[in-house]
């Protein structure tokens, strides 16, 4: 099984494209709900709820993570990677139920199969939008800069994800909004949509973009990078028969948006209970929606 993190809902655009190009393999997608949003957190508590969070994925399973949500994989993602992947600080002994041991485990990002894919199709200026702590982090410049001497002019659009979680990306207010945040974006050719709730409003970007500038949703480019994983690793997740199970810490709400975003009806959405900070271990028997896992 693949485990899927993001802070909310967002992430199921990730989970999309992923199950679009990986129809056997099985998911476990952990959305964060009740804690998002995340993008205006200080570095610690994102920190803090990212370990919390792929170690309840191994605890379900998951050898391997994708960490679908942007802020994450920008503030988080090295890490996380340090902490849990080969020769990481707790290789193994990630959770109190794994008591077998050396189970190896990776966790892979988005931020730098969006930053190839922009490379690949910019022509030099490269504009990059995201939540507050993924522009302040300054990990999309970083990689960036790695792959070429592109130019790079990146705003936060802190407004845009509330948006989208109103489910009004296709008003008047969604589209003055993104006509604000890209007019400040200067002589870009290629938008990266830095935040997982932005594919959703592709609409908006499209009809607000001068013709030429192309716009780059991460999420099919990040399905291609981790079938390539899969492909070098092989034996490292089996294959399954393309089920999807959904944890999340608030599934009221997770149910009532999920669906826009996973293009797809949810499966039945199990809550994960938080209590003083921490999130519930992994019960030994299936929950119905609603009920709490302890
Ligand atoms: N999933 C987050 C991201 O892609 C957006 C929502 C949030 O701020 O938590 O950055």
Known sequence: MIGVYDSGYGGLTVLRALRAALPTHDFVYLGDSGRAPYGGRD???????????????????????????????????????????????????????????????????????????????????????????????????TELAKLGPHRVTQRAAPLLAPIVEEGWEDSAIARLAVARYVAELGDIDTLVLGCTHYPLLRAAFEATLPEGVAILDPAPFVAARLSDWLDRHPGFVAPGTGTLRVLCTDPAGFRAHGERFLGEPLPVVAHVAEEGGRLAHKATVEVRLGQIVR
Do not use: M, N
């Open 43 to 141: 570095t610690d508590t994102i920190l803090d709820f990212a370990e919390q969070c792929v170690e309840r994925l191994f605890e379900e399973g998951c050898p391997l993570v994708v960490v679908a949500c942007h802020t994450v994989s920008c503030v988080a993602l090295r890490h996380l990677q340090r902490r849990y992947g080969p020769g990481g600080a707790l290789v193994g002994a990630a959770t109190e139920s794994d008591s077998a041991g050396a189970t190896p485990r990776r966790i892979l990002g988005v931020t730098i199969p969006a930053a190839e894919a922009a490379v690949a199709q910019s022509r030099g200026h490269i504009g990059v939008i995201g939540t507050a702590r993924t522009v302040s982090s300054g990990t999309f410049a």
